[in-house]
């Protein structure tokens, strides 16, 4: 939460105009990977960039739909998760932090569960009546499904992807001299959005199909996002047979005690209502933002706060592939960073 004195005020904004005074207006754009020194200069400058194609000759681009994944992938096992608003890890009526409901399946059955949802969509744009028919007798096309662990998963379910990747990213590696500590795949549909959040990862996203909208604010910035803490919950899905004989399925959020630091603010929503709940935010924050398509390289810098929305023309699955390196704990962003969070505590204590 920002800062509640007009003296607090004064210097956050300043600060904030003095970072921004020497930050590019806009998301670099390169035409070619960076050499690995350039890179470290990138990392050094905490500055964000993408590479337009800069993946368009790997193999997942060029062979990755949802029929090739099906084949390669068919029955193993998954996790996936699921919410009833497609908003997994955010929060929820002011109070909970919410964490998906997760269950194992096979992916070939999320790949034709996504498929069915977006015929049905497609049918209710028509304005098909037989649409929600088949809503009401099947009420897990209502839920939204991503997968999205973020635990090295291209090492356990989908190491029969990895041919198709590289094992890192060369320029990162050289630069930054380790390995990626975790290269995760990603899938979803176009109702599934990530809500605004850091991460303590140097990383390098690669859309393989459709596109997302990354909409990012430094880390300097984050005097007006309004962080707190909230109570940590996960949501749950409960199944049962209605009494005619057809499948209910109703969601609950089971809460924790444990307290966990998140964002509430949306910074897509310029809401009359948003401006009035997040004044400092409206007021202060310039978010950038960057579309990222099929073949291109982003780089998100270590801490930068990031909000993600996904598209997709055809309606089929949007997949990306990420390398999360371990930012460097020893270079003053990160101490920084953390006296920032508790000027921002004390404040407001």
């Known amino acids: 939460m920002p800062p509640c004195n007009d003296n607090g005020h004064r210097a956050w904004r300043q600060l904030v105009s003095d970072t921004r005074s020497f930050r590019p207006r806009a998301i670099l754009e390169l035409a070619q990977p960076p050499s690995a020194l350039e890179f470290m200069r990138f990392v050094a400058r905490n500055q964000p960039f993408v590479v337009r194609g800069g993946a368009k000759d790997w193999p997942a681009v060029l062979k990755w739909t949802p029929a090739y994944l099906k084949q390669l992938l068919g029955h193993q096992p998954i996790t996936v998760a699921i919410t009833p608003n497609g908003y997994a890890d955010a929060v929820l009526d002011d109070k909970y932090f919410v964490q998906p409901y997760q269950e194992t399946r096979p992916f070939a059955q999320v790949v034709d569960l996504l498929d069915r949802q977006r015929q049905v969509r497609q049918a209710l744009q028509r304005g098909d009546a037989l649409a929600s028919q088949v809503l009401n007798g099947e009420p897990q096309l209502c839920h939204h499904y991503y997968v999205q662990s973020q635990d090295n998963n291209i090492n356990s379910d989908f190491t029969a992807l990895k041919p198709d990747i590289p094992n890192e990213i060369m320029f990162a590696s050289e630069a930054l001299e380790k390995a990626p500590d975790a290269v995760n795949f990603w899938m979803g549909d176009t109702t599934s959005v990530t809500s605004l959040h850091k991460d303590p990862y140097e990383n390098i996203y690669v859309v393989v199909a459709g596109s997302k909208t990354f909409t990012l604010i430094p880390p300097t910035e984050n005097c007006c996002l309004y962080e707190q803490y909230y109570t940590s919950a996960e949501y749950v899905l409960h199944r049962?047979?209605?009494?005619?004989?057809?499948?209910?399925?109703?969601?609950?959020?089971?809460?924790?005690?444990?307290?966990?630091?998140?964002?509430?603010?949306?910074?897509?929503?310029?809401?009359?209502?948003?401006?009035?709940?997040?004044?400092?935010?409206?007021?202060?924050?310039?978010?950038?933002?960057?579309?990222?398509?099929?073949?291109?390289?982003?780089?998100?810098?270590?801490?930068?706060?990031?909000?993600?929305?996904?598209?997709?023309?055809?309606?089929?699955?949007?997949?990306?592939?990420?390398?999360?390196?371990?930012?460097?704990?020893?270079?003053?962003?990160?101490?920084?960073?953390?006296?920032?969070?508790?000027?921002?505590?004390?404040?407001?204590?």
């Open 240 to 349: 049962s047979i209605g009494s005619d004989g057809s499948p209910q399925e109703e969601w609950s959020v089971k809460a924790s005690d444990n307290r966990i630091p998140w964002i509430p603010v949306d910074p897509c929503d310029t809401s009359d209502a948003s401006h009035a709940r997040f004044p400092e935010f409206h007021a202060t924050a310039l978010p950038l933002s960057v579309t990222v398509n099929k073949g291109d390289m982003f780089y998100l810098p270590a801490l930068w706060y990031h909000h993600v929305q996904q598209h997709s023309e055809s309606g089929e699955p949007v997949i990306a592939v990420n390398y999360w390196y371990d930012m460097d704990y020893g270079t003053p962003l990160f101490p920084y960073f953390e006296f920032t969070q508790a000027l921002l505590a004390n404040s407001n204590a």
